[in-house]
């Protein structure tokens, strides 16, 4: 699928991946349409965006897990511009913890975040891709958490392994539609994310100890947006961003005796790290 041209949304265009995305699409000729829930940051990623020469047809910042405002910009959208060609579902959030000290608040926040927010993207902009009969392409940013059960990522769990079925499903409903589908499992990506993911009930020294040891293994979110502009115009379902989460993977699917010792070795590690100053 050619990007110069296309009119794509991305979710989560503010921070991260979703900004290194849409500026990336910018500069390949995308008409862009750009939401996330931070204005300022939204803004700011336009500014660079026009700057470089790109085209940002619209924006609007607002919370994604919220469906009537997913489908006020969807009308506003398609009334002056028509179907989208491509939908880039980036926006997310991390709150990580043991079960006991999830509470209910914690799991709505994620659920209603990572998995209704990429929902309301599909269920308002794909119906109107599919009777355009144009084709088309729909991105999901997953995440490790959405092949593997990460320890202490419960919620975050739930909600990526979605993505990938919900990915899965659309790949094979869709084909009729010439519309493909790719699915992004990111490991570590140097992005705000660092800064704003929530470890329940961990020290702030394990938590620190914790950052640089993500920072040194991440990838770029410029190195991550390149791959997810290439799951599109190569025509990749499933895209495992990190060496490490693929041979996991590898060991889930095809060796699952040595997944089930590396697991239950990782969910010791991780206990032990982020446990620190805390009693159990
Ligand atoms: N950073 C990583 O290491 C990593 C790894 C795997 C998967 N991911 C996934 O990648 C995606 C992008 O995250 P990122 O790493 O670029 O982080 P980021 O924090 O830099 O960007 C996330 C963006 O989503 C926006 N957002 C959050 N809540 C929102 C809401 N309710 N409505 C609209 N926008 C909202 C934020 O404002 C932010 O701009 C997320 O779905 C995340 O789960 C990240």
Known sequence: MEIKGSKVLVTGAASGMGRATAIVMGKM?????????????????????????????????????????????????????????????VAGIAIFGQIED???????????INLWGPIHGIECFVPEMIRAG?????????STSGIIGLPWHAAYVTTKHGLVGLSEVMRYDLRKHNIGVSVICPGAV??????????????????????????????????????????????????????????????????????????????KFMDKELFQGRKI
Not at 54 to 63: H, L, N, P, R
Not at 134 to 142: A, L, Y
């Open 190 to 267: 140097q992005t705000n994310m660092v800064n704003t993911v929530q470890i329940l009930n961990t020290s702030r020294q394990a938590f620190e100890k914790n950052k640089s040891k993500w920072d040194k293994v991440a990838i770029s979110s410029e190195k991550a947006a390149e791959l997810i502009i290439k799951s599109i115009t190569k025509k990749k379902f499933l895209v495992i961003t990190s060496a490490d989460i693929k041979i996991l993977f590898f060991l889930k699917r095809y060796m699952f005796p040595l997944y089930n010792v590396a697991m239950r070795l990782l969910c």
């Open 29 to 89: 000729g995308a008409r862009l349409f750009l939401t996330d829930i931070n204005q300022a940051g939204l803004e700011d990623t336009c500014k660079t965006i026009s700057s470089k020469g790109g085209e940002v047809c619209k924006y609007k910042a607002f919370d994604i897990s919220k469906y009537e405002e997913v489908k006020a910009f969807a009308e506003d959208i398609h009334k002056e511009f028509g179907p989208l060609n491509i939908l880039v579902n």
């Open 134 to 142: 144009k084709g088309g392409h729909i991105v999901t940013v997953s």
């Open 102 to 112: 999830m509470l209910h608040e914690h799991w709505k926040k994620v659920i209603d």
